[in-house]
């Protein structure tokens, strides 16, 4: 097996690995292999970001220890996966609100992130489900940044 098909066969491994964390009952795990072939290669996994970025720091924690060189110190894949669609998420939020009503009715709610406003679901144009479906997804997205959405009325200041 060549190194190239080291690299290749990666998320075999972090699957692999995650099985048999899960089935022992693991939140996080460090492999370390080695192969006169193909040299050493280490896979970590977690069972979520923050396991994974746990796992990834213990195996470069390691490394370091073992003097191993500076460019195999490296983040977990799951853990840049999810920053970079936290940076997507955020630059989407910052963009022009989701929807804006001309009219205001007396049920209408406006939706803030981080204290900026981003929307009104409005029932006049939206219907009750069409506004439950707006929160809705402001929460989820609100969730996946980690930030808090908040409810106004229109009257408050």
Known sequence: ??????????????????KMAEDLGFTQAILFA?????G???????????????????ANAIKKQWGWPEDTIVESQ???????RIAELET???????????EVDEET???????????????NDHGWAGKDDMNR??????DALGIEVTERRPDAN
């Open 109 to 123: 709610d406006e939706l803030y992130v981080n204290d900026e406003w981003v929307g009104r679901p409005n029932h």
């Open 34 to 38: 080695h192969s006169q072939e193909t």
């Open 137 to 142: 997804m402001f929460e989820r997205i609100a």
């Open 92 to 102: 989407l939020l910052a963009q022009k609100p989701v929807f804006e009503s001309e």
């Open 78 to 84: 799951k853990v840049l996966a999810l920053q970079q």
């Open 40 to 58: 050493t290669v280490v896979t970590t996994w977690g069972v979520d970001a923050v396991r994974s970025a746990q796992a990834a720091a213990g």
């Open 1 to 18: 097996m060549s190194r190239q098909d080291v690299e290749n066969a990666a998320q075999d491994r972090i699957d692999a690995l995650g």
